[in-house]
Structure formats: C-alpha cells, structure tokens
C-alpha cells in the first residue's frame, strides 16, 4: 500500500507539471529553453559544477512556475471578481517567476560566455572525456522530450499509458548507451533482453499497448545514438 501510494505521489506531481505545461505559454517556453540549453551543454566543455547550477537554474525557473500558476488557480476559485489585492498576489507570483528567470540569465551568461568565445573543434572532442555528462543530459532530454509528447494526447497519465511508453524509451535508451560505450557481447546482450522485458511488461500490465511501446524504444534508441555523434 504504502508503494502504491508513494506511485500516486509522482504521479500526481507529474499530471501538475502536465498540466501546466498544457495550458501554460509560459512554461512551454521554458521546456523549449531547457532543451536548447542542456543541448548547449553538450557542445560545451563545463565543469560537473557548472552543469550543476545550469540543471538547478532550470529546475528553479521551472518550480517557480509551477507555483505561480498554482497561485493564480487559487485566487481564481476564490474571487472571480477583481480585486486589487487578489492582482497584487498574482503580481508578487509572477515576480518570483521572473527572479528565477533573471537568475537562470545570469547563470547561462556566466557559464557560457567564455565557451561561446573559445568554442572550437577541440572542445566536441574534449566533452567525451567524461562519459557522464553524456548520459546525464541525454536522459534529461529524454525525459522532457517524453513529457512534451505526452502533453500532446489526452490517454493516460505521465507514469501510466499515453504516448509513448516512457519506461520503454528510458530502458532503451540505457541499452543503447550502454552499448556504445561497453562494446562487450554478453553485456550488451542482457541489457539488450532487460529492455525488451521492461517494454514486455508495460504491454502484459495493460498500461502501453504495443503501438505506444514501439515507440517508446525508437525514440530512446534514438536519443542513445546521439552520443555517437560526439565520440
């Protein structure tokens, strides 16, 4: 019980964030930022540090719309009338939202102004030094870019059914990367079969159907090809 409610938490956390996304310009603006941003990082020789505070600047700008359309909700159940305090809530809202904007500015600047100015060749050869931040960002990418198409169909909810299955591309997108990187037989064999039963399993739950599940292991076959790219 207690697991089943733990899963009703993310999931409920994950529909507000859809949601929001859904009927929000704003925050579809800041997805469309995140991705052009952490696709920066990629070309990009930033420290762990730096990655550090470019992903907490998303996460904070992102927090804080959440927030300041959670606030408008409220007011809007509370008085459908206008009133000058219930627009100076709303005001301070969106103020906290643009901090948070003017801070992801100021890290964006600071982070890569210099790399903008040096950027080179020998930086694309650089990044591959540290396998880690390829992975880290390709599975935040993966996991937006999941969440936006979701947002596009009314099925199911961001944990459970929709399109496409979001188990099934992270599965796949794991395999994949883990074949590139370890070139060994037996291990990409059984991270190969993994996947496969992790797509398995979202058919024989009923929760993807197979159309959904395809879909899902092409797009994170895909994102995991990418980091051929840079290699």
């Known amino acids: 019980m207690k697991i089943y409610d733990l899963s009703d938490s993310f999931n409920n956390a994950l529909e507000g964030i859809v949601h929001t ?5 704003n925050m579809k603006i800041h997805f469309v930022t995140a991705i052009f941003v952490l696709f920066a990082a990629l070309f990009f020789n930033i420290s762990r ?3 550090i505070l470019v992903v907490f600047a998303i996460i904070l700008v992102i ?12 007011i809007d159940m509370i008085s459908s009338e206008y009133r000058i305090r219930a627009k100076i809530v709303k005001n301070i809202a969106a103020g906290a939202v643009l901090m948070a904007a003017v801070n992801a500015l100021l890290v964006a600047y600071l982070v890569f102004l210099d790399q903008i100015k040096t950027f080179s060749l020998l930086l694309l050869g650089q990044i591959t030094e540290d396998p880690i931040h390829l992975i880290f960002i390709n ?7 999941v969440i936006c198409l979701k947002t596009k ?20 997108s794991l395999a994949t990367m883990v074949v590139i990187f370890t070139k060994d037989f037996l291990v990409s064999t059984l ?19 197979l159309i ?16 051929l790219f840079f290699l």
């Open 153 to 172: 169909g009314g099925k199911g909810t961001p944990l459970e059914g929709g399109m496409p299955s979001g188990h099934s591309a992270l599965a796949f």
């Open 63 to 74: 927090a804080m719309e959440l927030l300041n359309t959670a606030v408008e909700i409220i």
């Open 21 to 25: 996304l859904k009927t929000q310009r």
């Open 191 to 209: 991270v190969i079969i993994l996947a496969v039963l992790v797509a398995h399993s979202r058919i024989q739950s009923r929760t993807h159907n």
């Open 139 to 145: 599975i935040i990418l993966l996991v937006i870019i």
């Open 49 to 51: 540090l730096e990655l």
């Open 212 to 227: 959904e599940v395809v879909a899902g292991a092409l797009i994170g076959i895909l994102f995991g090809l990418i980091i």
